[in-house]
């Protein structure tokens, strides 16, 4: 069965940095687009960011357009988000994403 484990999340000040990866298992997982999305506090799903099965198409949010990096290797089964100059509003839960299925999250608090 499908299994994403979501990584890397953590406390970071505003105008940091973060990397977080999500190990994909029980899917040929180089045929598939792969998502991110996101979970704020007392709020629902946002999609952030998606690429193709190849890794040479990205789609982002206009909330993270220029910020956040999205990429994968296909050969480790992993998909990543690189994340700079976060604030704020990019407090939340983090989740990889295949065909409606997510993993358990990854928290990403950022806070002074």
């Known amino acids: 069965q499908v299994q994403l484990v979501e990584s890397g999340g953590g406390l970071v000040q505003p105008g940091g940095s973060l990397r977080l990866s999500c190990a994909a298992s029980?899917?040929?997982?180089?045929?598939?687009?792969m998502t991110w999305v996101r979970q704020a506090p007392g709020k629902g799903l946002e999609w952030v960011s998606s690429i193709n099965s190849g890794g040479d198409s990205t789609y982002y949010a206009d909330s993270v357009k220029g910020r956040f990096t999205i990429s994968r290797d296909n050969a480790k089964n992993t998909l990543y988000l690189q994340m700079n100059s976060l604030n704020s509003e990019d407090t939340a839960v983090y989740y990889c994403q295949i065909a409606g299925q997510r993993g358990q999250g990854t928290q990403v608090t950022v806070s002074s």
């Open positions: 029980g899917f040929i997982f180089s045929t598939y687009r």
